[in-house]
Nanobody
Framework: QVQLVESGGGVVQAGGSLRLSCVAS????????MGWYRQAPGEQRDLVAAIPSVGSTNYADSVKGRFTITRDNRKNTLYLQMNSLKPEDTAVYYC??????????????WGQGTQVTVSS
């Protein structure tokens, strides 16, 4: 199994910045896609940004130009740099990774979530 541990959430004023991190542990052969999702109270979990192993990144329209997703394959780590934060960015942020284990089984794992609160 693959465990994902997120960090970097917190409380910030509107206009501020936060950087989220997500580290994967386990016997991983390769990670194909990584992504950040968020879920506000009473709402569904939505994609914020995704980064494949090959190809272009993908962002939700609401965060384009403000958020940047990056990955460090050597460290099996995913990042989300969030700038110009708005109160509507307040949510629990989850990381997701999909890939292949060393025994050739596929995995699709989620982190436990980290709270981001943006005050006005």
């Amino acid at each position: 199994q693959v465990q994902l541990v997120e960090s970097g959430g917190g409380v910030v004023q509107a206009g501020g910045s936060l950087r989220l991190s997500c580290v994967a542990s386990g016997v991983i052969f390769s990670i194909k896609s990584m992504g950040w999702y968020r879920q506000a109270p009473g709402e569904q979990r939505d994609l914020v940004a995704a980064i494949p192993s090959v190809g272009s990144t993908n962002y939700a329209d609401s965060v384009k130009g403000r958020f940047t997703i990056t990955r460090d394959n050597r460290k099996n780590t995913l990042y989300l740099q969030m700038n110009s934060l708005k109160p509507e960015d307040t949510a629990v942020y989850y990381c997701n990774m999909k890939g292949v284990l060393s025994d050739n089984r596929s995995f699709d794992s989620w982190g436990q979530g980290t709270q981001v609160t943006v005050s006005s």
